[in-house]
C-alpha cells in the first residue's frame, strides 16, 4: 500500500491551495480517505476525511467552510481544496487511509490506517 501527496506549497493568506493523494496497492480502493496536519510543536491534528464509497465528508471545525475535500471516480485518489488559507494553516499535511469502514467522524484513525510521506504547506 502507497500513498503519495502532492500539490503542497507556500501561499499568502487568503489563498488557495489544493492537496492530492493517489492511493495504490488496496485490493478494490480504501474506505476511508483523510487528511492530516502537524505543526511545528504540536500534535497531528485530523483535518478531512471521506468515505470513498459514499462521499460522506467530516470535517476539523477549524477548516469547516473553507477546505473541500472530494474523491474522483475511482476512490482512489482524494482533492483537498483549501481556500481563505490561514497563517495558522501551515503545517506538514499527512494523507491517511484505512480500509475498515466507519471511521469517517475518527478521520480513519484506527490500527489499519496507512501514512503518506507528507506535503507542505506553508502560509504567510
Known amino acids: 500500500v502507497q500513498l503519495v501527496e502532492s500539490g503542497g506549497g507556500s501561499v499568502q493568506a487568503g489563498g488557495s491551495l489544493r492537496v492530492s493523494c493517489a492511493a495504490s496497492?488496496?485490493?478494490?480502493?480504501?474506505?476511508?480517505m483523510a487528511w492530516f496536519r502537524q505543526a511545528p510543536g504540536k500534535e497531528r491534528e485530523g483535518v478531512a476525511a471521506?468515505?470513498?464509497?459514499?462521499?460522506?465528508?467530516a470535517y476539523a471545525d477549524s477548516v469547516q467552510g473553507r477546505f473541500s475535500l472530494s474523491r474522483d471516480n475511482g476512490g482512489n485518489t482524494v482533492y483537498l481544496q483549501m481556500n481563505s488559507l490561514k497563517p495558522e494553516d501551515t503545517g506538514m499535511y499527512y494523507c491517511?487511509?484505512?480500509?475498515?469502514?466507519?471511521?469517517?467522524?475518527?478521520?480513519?484513525?484506527?490500527?489499519?490506517?496507512?501514512w503518506g510521506q507528507g506535503t507542505q504547506v506553508t502560509v504567510s
Open positions: 491517511a487511509a484505512s480500509s475498515w469502514v466507519g471511521y469517517v467522524q475518527a478521520f480513519c484513525s484506527n490500527s489499519n490506517t496507512k
Open positions: 471521506i468515505d470513498t464509497n459514499s462521499g460522506v465528508t
Open positions: 496497492g488496496y485490493t478494490s480502493r480504501p474506505n476511508c
